[in-house]
């Protein structure tokens, strides 16, 4: 088993063993049966996926059991799905991934296939939450709890899915002998979980021979038996022990700070869960004794590898455990081996890593506060531009603090970098730099640094040597500039095509994301071909450049100019832009900006754009508009849509008018019909192929037909919005969007 586990190591890609931010998941398996809002607040400071059961265990009744064996959960009272509602509803709304977990088991070991597609559309019609979910926790521990093989499995799993189309499936495995080896998992499963559980009750001192002895015997074997597939995995950690002490012992924190080290050495590990969070009665037993965990000093381990996942991307614990005593065990110095000379400093930053959603124009300075911090959180907004009357040092730190608590990062605007942005003949003082770079590259909620907005071309010389020296300084966090749209006049952009403006950006400035803003939301008019003329010149450069781009698109009006979005216009906005293959979105603007946007006129500058701003996500006296609402309905669909594509490369893209193509290229997919009137992009990994089609109007709906190209046929139904199938709903080849709306359809080959 070493000799497997040393061949391991030595194929993993050594580069990613230090970038903890390609690491998707955090958490628990979470116990606690009062799912209460304040504790999750704090787990969800450091952990973003919990995995918890639908039905709280304290309530399950014999009769209950009983009727769920027979498929009767009709029968169950109407609190207790209440409660399921609830509990999804409460975690959504602190963005955790949601692993939800039902007490069917009995319904599958017995094969009771027609029980269990009742007990299914019961859920469906009682639990609307349930679509909304990210993963279902289909079996706890199948290779020990005499499940039926994984034919029989994969008939429970496709159903499952045909009503949940939207939820993925996982389970954990337990493997822990040689026997374990042999297991095979069924296909349909989109994430394996692996739980060793490497320090068992024999394990009584938790010291390092303890750990290197029991990770050969059962670790190295779960390692082995995950890389064995070809599906992404997490790994679960030990994280609890008897109350009484008697039996398992609790881990200690060296040992959280072990598995996560290891876990860093696996290209297919995209996370840590923990075993568990709480305390149940019910739950797993150890000689007869109930179980908790973890203790403090544990959780306080698990809150730095959280903040080092979602934080600063630094190798926590590589160098630091080298002086801890008990020393390492030579395994885990093996693997660290391996990160001999890589630069944490090169680990990408979330603006890189992340599918973004940022929000211009926080709550102006009276209104900076928890509560209305917590509220951008709620609209699922993952980085703020504050602006709006926050704009140095003080006040920006101020935001920061806030925003930590409240679980999304800040990007600053800092009045000490403005004027060596605006004026192209002022010499860049680094000096200032290294100052902007000190006051807030340490701090956990920061997410960027705010270089200009909509800069003439003649700025690109200096604004690169901005943009240089803060990657210089600071590798992690990114550099943020903002171009004008294609509508700007030659002498806003300094040139006259605007293609020629984003390449000389791209060649001059040498970004490493790329960011624009249209608002084609006019009074009266949608500029459909500004639109599309922006996000296809973008898309190509930035294919050509290899960088990810951003969108800045619009979440308010401006008298005489812009108009207030509705749904569609929102909807419109973000499903176009991902059939583009953006990497992110952001919105102008959150809170109604004064007419003069909190700015003070700059020496030498031209004065603040004066305009009448009107109905953003928030009005001017701090109320909620029917835009926030559309835009947090947007942003929690993003959650799965955007992060769903991040991996996936953008092939083509192509816009539809009446089913005939007039821009681009769509050879995998063609839609048909007088309605037809769509944008599909295509994406590819491995050897499967993701599409996304979009209405292309914000106005009209749209009806089409879908013909594939030869060999190709459709796998599942990943994702959609405002979109409902058309004709067969199992056949996903007929749809009907809403205006705005999109279905995100993944192909397979045909044998």
Same mark, same amino acid.
């Given at each position: 088993m070493l000799l497997v586990w040393m061949l391991l190591l030595v194929q993993a890609n050594a580069q990613s063993l230090t970038d903890t931010t390609r690491f998707k998941y955090h958490g628990y398996f979470y116990k606690n049966e009062n799912m209460e809002q304040k504790e999750l607040k704090e787990i969800r400071e450091f952990a973003n996926t919990l995995v918890f059961s639908l039905i709280r265990f304290d309530s399950l009744t014999t009769e209950m059991i009983r009727d769920i064996a027979d498929g009767?959960?009709? /029968?169950?009272?109407?609190?207790?799905?209440?409660?399921?509602?609830?509990?999804?509803? =409460?975690?959504?709304?602190?963005?955790?991934?949601?692993?939800?977990?039902?007490?069917?088991? $009995?319904?599958?070991?017995?094969?009771?296939?027609?029980?269990?597609?009742?007990?299914?559309?019961?859920?469906?019609?009682?639990?609307?939450?349930?679509?909304?979910?990210?993963?279902?926790?289909?079996?706890?521990?199948?290779?020990?709890?005499?499940?039926?093989? $994984?034919?029989?499995?994969?008939?429970?799993?496709?159903?499952?899915?045909?009503?949940?189309?939207?939820?993925?499936?996982?389970?954990?495995?337990?493997?822990?002998?040689?026997?374990?080896?042999?297991?095979?998992? $069924?296909?349909?499963?989109?994430?394996?979980?692996?739980?060793?559980?490497?320090l068992m009750n024999e394990a009584r001192e938790h010291a390092a021979a303890d750990f290197e002895r029991l990770y050969r015997s059962r670790l190295a074997l779960a390692l082995e038996w995950a890389n064995k597939w070809d599906k992404p995995f997490l790994m679960v950690g030990d994280a609890f022990g008897s109350l009484s002490g008697k039996g398992k012992l609790f881990p200690t924190p060296e040992v959280s700070l072990w598995y996560y080290m290891i876990a860093l050495t696996q290209p297919k590990c995209q996370g840590l869960l923990w075993f568990q969070y709480g305390y149940l009665k019910t739950a797993e037993n150890i000689t007869g004794v109930s179980i908790d965990g973890p203790p403090k000093e544990v959780m306080d381990v698990h809150r730095d590898i959280g903040n080092t996942i979602f934080g600063k991307a630094s190798p926590l614990g590589l160098p630091m455990v080298i002086s801890k005593d008990p020393p390492v065990p030579e395994i885990v110095r093996e693997a660290m081996k391996l990160n001999a000379g890589i630069n944490a400093g090169d680990s990408q930053s979330g603006l890189l890593s992340d599918f973004i959603i940022m929000a211009y124009s926080g709550p102006p300075l009276s209104e900076v506060t928890l509560e209305r911090y917590l509220e951008i959180e709620e609209a699922g907004i993952k980085y703020l531009v504050p602006g709006n009357g926050t704009f140095n040092e003080e006040q920006n730190l101020r935001a920061m603090d806030l925003a930590k608590k409240a679980g999304f990062r800040i990007v600053p605007i800092d009045m000490r970098i403005l004027p060596f942005a605006l004026k192209p003949d002022i010499e860049l003082d680094t000096a200032v730099?290294?100052?902007?770079?000190?006051?807030?590259?340490?701090?956990?909620?920061?997410? *960027?640094?705010?270089?200009?907005?909509?800069?003439?071309?003649?700025?690109?010389?200096?604004?690169?040597?901005?943009?240089?020296?803060?990657?210089?300084?600071?590798?992690?966090?990114?550099?943020?500039?903002?171009?004008?749209?294609?509508? *700007?006049?030659?002498?806003?952009?300094?040139?006259?095509?605007?293609?020629?403006?984003?390449?000389?950006?791209?060649?001059?400035?040498? $970004?490493?994301?790329?960011?624009?803003?249209?608002?084609?939301?006019?009074?009266?008019?949608?500029?459909?071909?500004?639109?599309? /003329?922006?996000?296809?010149?973008?898309?190509?450069?930035?294919?050509?450049?290899?960088?990810?781009?951003?969108?800045?698109?619009?979440?308010?009006?401006?008298?005489?100019?812009?108009?207030?979005?509705?749904?569609?216009?929102? =909807?419109?906005?973000?499903?176009?832009?991902?059939?583009?293959?953006?990497?992110?979105? *952001?919105w102008f603007s959150y809170w109604t900006p004064q007419p003069d946007q909190g700015l003070q006129q700059e020496e030498g500058a031209a004065p603040p754009l004066i305009q009448s701003h009107y109905n953003a996500m928030i009005d001017l006296d701090g109320n909620r508009t029917e835009v926030y609402d559309h835009v947090r309905e947007a942003n929690l669909y993003l959650k799965k849509a955007g992060r769903g594509l991040l991996d996936w490369e953008s092939q083509y893209v192509a816009r539809f008018e009446a089913g005939t193509i007039v821009e681009g290229s769509s050879p995998m997919a063609t839609p048909t019909g007088d309605q037809a009137n769509v944008v599909i992009g295509t994406f590819a990994k491995d050897h499967s192929i993701r599409l996304v089609l979009s209405n292309a109007s914000c106005e009209e709906g749209a009806s089409f037909s879908l013909s594939l190209s030869p060999g190709w046929k459709t796998d599942q139904l990943f994702t959609f919005i405002a979109a409902k199938p058309a004709g067969d709903v199992n056949s996903l080849m007929e749809w009907f969007l809403e205006p705005g709306g999109s279905v995100i359809i993944d192909l397979i080959k045909t044998k």
């Open positions: 009767n959960i009709d /029968k169950f009272a109407p609190s207790v799905f209440d409660e399921m509602n609830r509990r999804i509803e =409460l975690l959504e709304s602190l963005d955790f991934v949601t692993v939800a977990e039902a007490p069917f088991y $009995p319904l599958i070991r017995f094969d009771k296939f027609d029980n269990y597609k009742r007990a299914l559309m019961i859920l469906k019609e009682r639990v609307p939450r349930m679509d909304s979910l990210d993963y279902f926790y289909f079996w706890d521990e199948p290779d020990l709890n005499h499940i039926p093989g $994984p034919e029989v499995m994969e008939k429970y799993i496709k159903e499952f899915k045909k009503v949940f189309p939207k939820v993925k499936v996982t389970t954990c495995y337990a493997i822990i002998n040689e026997e374990s080896l042999d297991v095979v998992p $069924p296909d349909s499963y989109d994430l394996l979980m692996v739980d060793p559980y490497a730099i290294h100052q902007v770079v000190e006051s807030y590259k340490g701090h956990p909620a920061f997410g *960027g640094y705010v270089v200009r907005d909509e800069p003439n071309a003649s700025m690109f010389p200096a604004l690169a040597k901005i943009t240089q020296e803060f990657i210089h300084l600071d590798s992690i966090n990114e550099p943020l500039i903002n171009l004008f749209p294609s509508y *700007g006049s030659p002498i806003q952009l300094g040139f006259e095509d605007y293609r020629s403006y984003i390449r000389s950006f791209i060649e001059i400035v040498e $970004p490493r994301i790329l960011a624009y803003d249209n608002y084609a939301l006019k009074e009266g008019i949608t500029w459909y071909e500004a639109w599309y /003329k922006d996000l296809k010149i973008v898309r190509e450069e930035s294919l050509e450049a290899r960088i990810p781009f951003i969108v800045f698109m619009q979440s308010q009006g401006i008298k005489k100019d812009l108009r207030a979005p509705n749904r569609a216009d929102i =909807l419109w906005q973000v499903n176009t832009a991902l059939a583009y293959g953006t990497h992110g979105v *952001g």
